[in-house]
Nanobody, 119 residues
Framework: QVQLQESGGGSVQAGGSLRLSCKAS?????MGWFRQIPGKEREGVAY???????TYADFVKGRFTASHDYGTKTLYLQMNNLKPEDTAMYYC????????????????WGQGTQVTVSS
């Protein structure tokens, strides 16, 4: 069983930065960051395979950076140059299989942390 706890969300103005953290308990392998904008389906933001390979959604490339500290079992999402359209609930997720994370169907989800970007 894996438990995930996000933190670091908040309110910022457009162009600002936030760093999200996701502390995991239990063994973690492949992980990812997702977000859900009100009225829309949850979408993938960044995916990290067990070997550390990271892929990003096109809408965050060059602005967001995901990293995984395996020693502390903490996943991070550094978000720079935030835009109002980035306003969403952000979730971290984990699964032994990367394909499930990539497909948006990982076994484990955190509770989410709210990010609000004002113009």
């Amino acid at each position: 069983q894996v438990q995930l706890q996000e933190s670091g969300g908040g309110s910022v103005q457009a162009g600002g930065s936030l760093r999200l953290s996701c502390k995991a308990s239990g063994y973690t392998d492949s992980m990812g960051w997702f977000r859900q904008i009100p009225g829309k389906e949850r979408e993938g933001v960044a995916y990290i395979d067990s070997d550390g390979t990271t892929t990003y959604a096109d809408f965050v490339k060059g602005r967001f950076t995901a990293s995984h500290d395996y020693g502390t079992k903490t996943l991070y999402l550094q978000m720079n140059n935030l835009k109002p359209e980035d306003t969403a609930m952000y979730y971290c997720a984990s699964d032994p299989l990367f394909v499930r994370v990539r497909a948006g169907t990982p076994a484990y989800w955190g509770q989410g942390t709210q990010v609000t970007v004002s113009s």
